[in-house]
Structures are given as structure tokens and as C-alpha cells.
């Protein structure tokens, strides 16, 4: 670069690092363009208005980029922002908020397919497939699947487009002929419209639209599931209440494993929580057996647990002394206190004897009982097990827990056995990366932190494991046939 005019001035020869930008009056090029305007008279005064105005906007420009990286390089050093305030209730911007939040569901309802579009799906599907001559089961290959699908737009309308596309034909097994059963289709397409039909719902309940659901509003998308499931239509009215809080408590036991009061929609969504509640749309009960009634923690055979009977003195609240009625009574006093301590809040005296277990904490207490094979249900009992709370178990801690096992288990008559012995068991059972303790992740890892649990806690768990053999024998042999 030049920085002197080819009139026979001498050339700038500082080194480059140190060379400045000379100003605009020095350059050749502005005073040859000043030389030929002059006084105006080159180009008349309009050019030169025109260029002063350039030159000020230029200035104006290059200011402002000076500005903004001047300010940026203050704000480097500065944590950035990552909370914005939401609206003020009765405000402009929350209202519009709450139009388009409106107007935005309404919309993706409307593209939804309703019982009468999937009833028609149906028909279309079953009236344009083939029937396997080998299995009677009806297919059909991808020239029948756009066929359908050109007919279902017609009947339809342009809504259901979306299930007939390449990549969901690809998503199904096929037989040799490369063909695919349409009842596992027509089953995608129904739950793909009822995740979606659910996702809404709950959206329409989120109050500050942040993608979670809090107990209140869990609640209130159960009471809306009510009176479309078959199986709870009936319920006695002043139940409906407590029964919504029960429901409610399962979804959060799982889908708020940190206990922060809410929970993500997305995960309720992929939960197994929401499909055994949607389990109870079948009409009849009939079709349904007390076993399977019992195992489902929203029917309402399930849902009106002990908490009423366990709860002597009628206080709302259940006792440690109390809380050993549970199970018949099977579970051990160290466990009981533990789960006091781990899992119960605190009375407002501060006193250890003040403090009870309310309808929520008996729920959870319900929950990990019953699905203690599952992480949340296993992190709830181990720190119970969790004796000094170090995040480890170690033979001191074992012995410590099977001690009450033993005892209950001498009582009942059964054989005498060696403690150390059921701790080797154990041991051999996880496997624990480190051989001088037990954690959390060793039991997940060995898939039998469940049984481990049970035998540590209940005398009836470990009943269950010493007999697993025959359990086991007694399920394979065939029922015997009834003389005649």
C-alpha cells in the first residue's frame, strides 16, 4: 500500500506492523476528485451535496461498527443472559402469547385425524389389501400402500398424507414378497394420534409454557381423561379428587426423579405411566382379571389402597409404628426408620417423634415397593440401604440390614442360617466393581438390584429368592386335569 502521491514523493517506509492508515484528505484519489469538483463547478453543487452526505453517512457507519465492538469486547468478560422475565399476568405481551399459544394448538388439532377419519382408514385399508394364503393375514405390498393412500385422501382428505410416505412403510417388517400387515399400520397410526391428541392436552394445561406440568395440572389432565376411559366412568364423585392425586403421584414418582415439583411433557408422553392409564379404555372389566386389576396402579381396585386402614388414629398421617402394619407386616424396623429418615419431612417442632408420613410420601413409598426393578423405584431404597450415606453399601452395612431379615425369619419357624453366607451371596449377585463396596450403579448394572433389595428389607423378599427354585417349578408345571 501507498502512502504518498506519484508526484515524486518519497515513499512511507515504516515496517508494516508499525504503518497507520493515512487520513482521507492525504489520499490521491480524494484530492485529484476535491481538484476536479473545485468550487463546485465540475460537477455542480448537487455532486458535491451528494458527497458530503456520503462522507457523513460513512462516518455515521464506521461509528457505529466501532460502537458495537467496543461493546462487545466490555461484555466478553461478563456471564451472557439466559433468563428472560416471563409476561406480567394481564399484560399485552402475555396475552398475545396466550392467542398464539391458542391459535397454534388449535391448528395442529385440526390436522389430526378424528374416529370417524380412522374409522374410514380402516375400511380403506381392509377393503384394498390381500389376504396371505399361508397365515390368513391381511397385507398388502407398496403399490397397494400408495393406492390406499390416494384413496384415503379422497375420503379423508389431504391430513392422513402424512402416515403414507416411503420412510413408514419401511419402518414394518415384510414377508418375502416384501409386503406388510395392515393392522400394525392402522395400530401406528392410532397411536401416533393419540400421543399427539395427549401432547396438546397438556400443552393447553401448561400455565407459563415452558414444556413441564406441575401437580395441579396433571391432575386436572387426569380429571379430563376420566369420562373417556370406560373403567373409571363410574367412580364415586367425592373420589374423583383423590383419586386424580393418586394418578398424579405415579407420573411425577417417575418422570420427576429429582423431585423438583414438575415434570417434562415429553417424558410423560414416553413413559409407561401413560400407557397403563390408557389401558383402562377397555369397556368392560370383565375382560380384565383381579390380578391384572391389581397390578395396574390406576384402576380403581389399585388406586383405594391401605392408607385408610393403616391410619389408626385417623390423623391423615401414618406413624413408623403404623407404617409396620404394611405388608403384613414383613418389612423390617430398620427399614422403616431409614425410609423415615430419607423420605419424610420434618414436624414443625423439629421433634423425631413428631414426624409422620403424609398421603404423598406413603404413595412414593407405595411406588418404590412395587417397582423396585426400575431405577427410580431402585434409588429410592438404596438410600434407605444407604446406612451412613457415604453412596455405598459395604459387608458392615449388609450385615447391619439382614440382621432384622434374620431375626423375622427365625421367628417363623424356617431354618437356622449363616448372615455371612447371604452376604457372600449378595456379593456374588452384583459383582461390584469395586469388591470392598456396593453402589447404586453396581445394583443397575447386575439387573437383579431388585431382589437384592427385597432380601435386605423384607423377610418375604427373601423368602421369594430362597425358594426361587421351586416358585419356578410350581409356574412351568401344567394344572392338573380334573378327574372326571
Known amino acids: 500500500m501507498y502512502s504518498g502521491s506519484s508526484d515524486g514523493e518519497s515513499h512511507d517506509t515504516t515496517p508494516p506492523t508499525q504503518r497507520k492508515i493515512p487520513p482521507a484528505s492525504s489520499m490521491l484519489w480524494v484530492r485529484n476528485l476535491r481538484r476536479y469538483i473545485g468550487s463546485g463547478a465540475g460537477l455542480g453543487s448537487e455532486a458535491l451535496m451528494v458527497l ?6 460513512t462516518k455515521r457507519i464506521l461509528l457505529e461498527i466501532f460502537k458495537d ?5 466490555q461484555e466478553a468478560g461478563t456471564i451472557p443472559s439466559f433468563y428472560k422475565k416471563k409476561p406480567e399476568e394481564g399484560s399485552i405481551s402475555g396475552r398475545v402469547q396466550r392467542l398464539a399459544k391458542y391459535r397454534f394448538l388449535k391448528k395442529q388439532s385440526d390436522l389430526l385425524l378424528n374416529s370417524d377419519d380412522l374409522a374410514a382408514m380402516w375400511n380403506c385399508l381392509r377393503e384394498n389389501c390381500v389376504i ?18 390416494s384413496v384415503c385422501t379422497e375420503q379423508i382428505g389431504p391430513k392422513c398424507r402424512r402416515f403414507f410416505s416411503p420412510s413408514n412403510f419401511m419402518k414394518f417388517e415384510k414377508d418375502e414378497a416384501g409386503r406388510i400387515a395392515i393392522l400394525p399400520f392402522y395400530l401406528y397410526v392410532m397411536r401416533t394420534v393419540s400421543l399427539t391428541q395427549a401432547r396438546i392436552d397438556m400443552s393447553e394445561l401448561d400455565e407459563d409454557s415452558d414444556g413441564f406440568l406441575q401437580s395441579h395440572e396433571m391432575e386436572s389432565y387426569i380429571l379430563g381423561l376420566i369420562p373417556n376411559l370406560a373403567q373409571l366412568r363410574d367412580m364415586p364423585e367425592p373420589f374423583t379428587q383423590m383419586y386424580c392425586r393418586i394418578a398424579s403421584q405415579k407420573f411425577f414418582f417417575f418422570c420427576d426423579p429429582h423431585r423438583r415439583g414438575k415434570a417434562c411433557i415429553k417424558k410423560i408422553l414416553l413413559s409407561n405411566c401413560l400407557q397403563e392409564l390408557m389401558e383402562l379404555h377397555q369397556e368392560s372389566e370383565e375382560e380384565v382379571t383381579d390380578t391384572e386389576q391389581a397390578e ?7 388406586a383405594q389402597h391401605m392408607f385408610l386402614a393403616l391410619d ?37 417442632s423439629g421433634s423425631g417423634n413428631s414426624r409422620e408420613m403424609d398421603f404423598d410420601s406413603f404413595l412414593d413409598f407405595v411406588l418404590a415397593l412395587e417397582n423396585k426393578d426400575t431405577q427410580e423405584g431402585l434409588t429410592y431404597l438404596f438410600r434407605c440401604l444407604d ?32 448372615i455371612e453366607d447371604v452376604r457372600d451371596e449378595i456379593w456374588d449377585m452384583v459383582k461390584p466393581s469395586d469388591p470392598l463396596k456396593i453402589t447404586l450403579d453396581d445394583l443397575l448394572g447386575c439387573k437383579q438390584g431388585g431382589t437384592v433389595a427385597s432380601m435386605l428389607i423384607d423377610v418375604r ?11 419356578l417349578q410350581e409356574e412351568e408345571e401344567p394344572p392338573e386335569e380334573e378327574s372326571q
Open 52 to 57: 458530503v452526505l456520503q462522507e457523513l453517512e
Open 69 to 73: 465492538k467496543q461493546q462487545k469486547s
Open 461 to 471: 423378599g427373601f423368602w421369594a429368592h430362597d425358594n426361587r427354585e421351586n416358585l
Open 132 to 149: 396371505d394364503d399361508g397365515t390368513g393375514a391381511e397385507k398388502m405390498n407398496y403399490e397397494d400402500f400408495c393406492h390406499i393412500a
Open 312 to 348: 389408626k388414629d385417623c390423623s391423615g398421617s401414618l406413624s413408623k409404628q403404623e407404617l409396620k402394619e404394611y405388608a403384613d407386616g414383613t418389612l423390617t424396623e430398620i427399614f422403616i426408620e431409614r425410609v423415615f429418615d430419607e423420605h419424610v419431612r420434618r414436624g414443625k
Open 387 to 418: 446406612l451412613q450415606g457415604r453412596g455405598f453399601l459395604t459387608t458392615a452395612d449388609i450385615h447391619s440390614l439382614f440382621r432384622d431379615v434374620h431375626q423375622k425369619w427365625i421367628e417363623g419357624g424356617n431354618y437356622e442360617l449363616c
Open 296 to 302: 395396574n396402579w390406576f384402576s380403581l381396585t389399585s
